[in-house]
């Protein structure tokens, strides 16, 4: 600061130019108006008498100057962002008592406002108003801000993470559950949990490490949750619930579980988006198809694959491995696979178009997974055919089976025998042999979808009666597949997962036997279709014992009521009744007479569900309608067509599963 002194001991000698009067001007104000003390106006006035070397240490208009020039040389390093050598510099100078022990809130209230035009307005408040009168002590408030709003999130995922934690089992029930239900499947087929949230850290116990799991991250607790609830709705109807403690009711626990985790962890996008979050999407949908809520399982289906495309799966499936192999990699394909698999599923029964296309496999891949993905292929053509039914189109339908029929003989001779499966074995060959199982059932379900429409038209036209032959066999495969999953006491999952082919089989061959009845002689029906009829019969007695033991038979019990339905159409005591309307999952309203075919009756605009296409919503719910373009069934013998080519679906809800159309496959 040697030059602001040899600047105010110039100014003591000589005339200051027009800057610095201005800035000398303060004391005249302080004189003519009596801001000025007295000890300043007696320095002032005896300043012409004192020496030349105390003239820097009186002379109060070159110590002023020399404060503003101070404050002004400060205005330029805050510009600059070098406060702090700036305050280390001007420590050793001598500075007003306001600059001195003003703070950040201090200068706010002393500052002037910047309209102010006044001549003896001080560089320094112009410079703190536009500065916003603030000492830069912190970084800006922007990021304090961004800081409290971290820390509101972090204690919100904290309180989500202690309300979940709150909801898993004691380790007691825990591995009762696990040991009482094959859900030991999902650790191997659905997701890979850490090897440190198991029971001892033992990946052969397929139990997970209550407490383990409470101190983990909130996905992973809720994907634990998803994945007792499944667990719990694939408890055998013989399961004693007296041996649990903590669990007072199984159906009010499930529920529970899954109405928390979908309204505080699966609604986030942002915890969604992982390979986790993935892994509990796939869990909810598993969750509600196990629950016969097929329209609920294909949202999360399709949301879990909207979400995967962000992340770019659809181009980590196209990537060849690595060696050594990257889990996270693997991880994302084997998800990618799962969700194309359910979507195809689902898409297929829903008459749904499909939301993704087909993935490739390696070459070493297991047998299981490479006819499942050649079916996947086949399914997209598949569910073309009920579309558009026509003596043009069935030889796509027999293109499709040749298909089927090579890769089928492309598989070892042993791939297509019916396993014997263990009740209580645990080990990934009861796994393979349960996934090979799946498979078949799959296959020979997309068999029937291909020649299911010309079946229904064979009584009409003999060349379809290869589609006839074809689809019954295949619909026969499906039942005693599922009698040897009843068999083993413990397969609930797989057997939810085939009890809707299973239910679309024993349809298509009840409405055969009809079809028979209605067009043949009875004696000779009995001789051709008798083993038919006893398999139906034999499999609702084995449905219904279901039913009866255990409420979470949703399936088993409503297939065997529709079945029983249309085997009552054949009783001569139901004559007098005249035409019986149900409406059957996937086949639509069916009207039944005795001895006659079976047709799908014209739309009528008339009817309750026509009524309801007019309402309005007034205060009660008003359902809502799924317009199906289903050419299943032949036209009318009469030839009439209906204007409306659709056939209609009324439901109340996803989650509804009523027979009566809302269980809507």
């Known amino acids: 600061m040697d030059s602001l002194s040899n600047t105010c001991n110039d100014f003591s000698r000589k005339r200051p130019s027009k800057g610095l009067r201005r800035a000398c001007w303060e004391c005249k104000k302080r004189k003519t108006q009596g801001f000025a003390s007295q000890s300043d106006m007696s320095s002032h006035a005896s300043v012409n008498s004192l020496g030349p070397d105390r003239v820097e240490e009186e002379n109060t208009c070159a110590r002023h100057i020399g404060e503003r020039l101070n404050k002004l040389e400060q205005l330029f390093e805050r510009f600059v962002c070098r406060k702090s050598s700036t305050i280390g510099a001007s420590s050793a100078t001598p500075q007003s008592s306001t600059l001195a022990a003003s703070g950040p809130s201090e200068k706010e209230s002393r500052s002037p406002p910047l309209e102010s035009s006044h001549d003896t307005q001080s560089l320094s408040s112009i410079g703190d108003g536009i500065l916003g009168a603030q000492t830069w002590t912190s970084p800006p408030s922007i990021r304090t801000l961004v800081d409290e709003q971290d820390k509101g999130y972090w204690s919100r995922r904290e309180s989500i993470r202690r309300s979940l934690a709150t909801l ?99 609604s986030s996008d942002e915890q969604m988006m992982t390979l986790h979050g993935l892994e509990t999407l796939m869990l909810l949908a598993l969750y509600h198809m196990n629950s016969a809520s097929l329209r609920q399982s294909w949202l999360i289906v399709r949301r879990g694959l909207s979400l995967a495309y962000l992340m770019g799966f659809q181009r980590i499936i196209n990537q060849d491995d690595t060696s050594p192999p990257i889990p996270a990699m693997s991880n994302a394909k084997a998800i990618w696979r799962t969700f194309v698999d359910l979507d195809r599923y689902l898409g297929l029964h829903l008459r749904l178009p499909f939301g993704a296309d087909d993935y490739p496999l390696a070459e070493n891949a297991d047998s299981h997974l490479v006819h499942r993905s050649r079916i996947n292929a086949i399914t997209r053509e598949a569910a073309e055919i009920d579309r558009n039914v026509s003596p043009q189109s069935y030889s796509t339908a027999l293109a499709l089976d040749e298909k089927l029929e090579l890769s089928m003989r492309e598989m070892p001779k042993e791939f297509w025998e019916v396993p014997n499966i263990p009740p209580t074995a645990r080990s990934p060959e009861c796994h393979a042999a349960l996934e090979r199982l799946m498979v078949q059932l799959w296959h020979f379900e997309t068999k029937i979808f291909i020649h299911l429409p010309y079946l ?197 809800g996803l989650e509804d599963r009523d027979t009566e159309g809302n269980w809507m496959f």
């Open 456 to 652: 229904l038209r064979a009584h009409r036209d003999h060349r379809y009666d290869y589609s006839k032959v074809t689809a019954l066999q295949a619909s026969r495969n499906v039942l005693m597949r599922w009698f040897a999953l009843r068999n083993a006491s413990i397969t609930q999952a797989c057997c939810r997962y085939a009890e809707i082919g299973v239910f679309i089989a024993a349809v298509t061959l009840t409405l055969d036997i009809v079809i028979e009845l209605g067009t043949r002689e009875k004696s000779e029906v009995k001789k051709t279709k008798g083993t038919d009829f006893a398999m139906i019969c034999r499999l609702i007695a084995e449905m219904e014992k279901l039913a009866n033991a255990s409420p979470r038979e949703k399936i088993a019990a409503r297939s065997a009521l529709i079945l029983k339905k249309m085997l009552s159409s054949l009783d001569p005591a139901k004559q007098p009744a005249g035409k019986a309307r149900i409406t059957i999952p996937f086949f639509g309203p069916v009207e039944l007479e005795f001895k006659k075919p079976p047709v799908r009756p014209v739309f009528d605009v008339d009817s309750d569900a026509g009524k309801l296409l007019n309402a309005t919503a007034t205060g009660e719910h008003v359902p809502c309608f799924s317009f199906i373009h289903n050419a299943l069934w032949p036209s009318l013998e009469d030839g009439s067509d209906c204007d409306l080519d659709w056939d209609i679906v009324l439901f109340d």
């Open 168 to 266: 898993l089992p004691s380790q007691h029930d825990a591995d009762i559950i696990f040991e009482s239900s094959n859900g030991w499947m999902i650790l191997d087929g659905i997701y890979r949990a850490s090897r440190d949230i198991y029971v001892n850290r033992d990946e052969q116990s397929y139990a997970l490490d209550m407490q383990a799991v409470a101190k983990e991250r909130v996905v992973i607790i809720a994907r634990t949750l998803l994945h007792l609830a499944i667990c719990i709705n694939l408890l055998p109807p013989e399961f004693e619930h007296a041996r649990l403690t903590s669990i007072w009711n199984l159906e009010a626990t499930m529920q529970k579980y899954v109405s928390t985790v979908t309204s505080l962890v699966t």
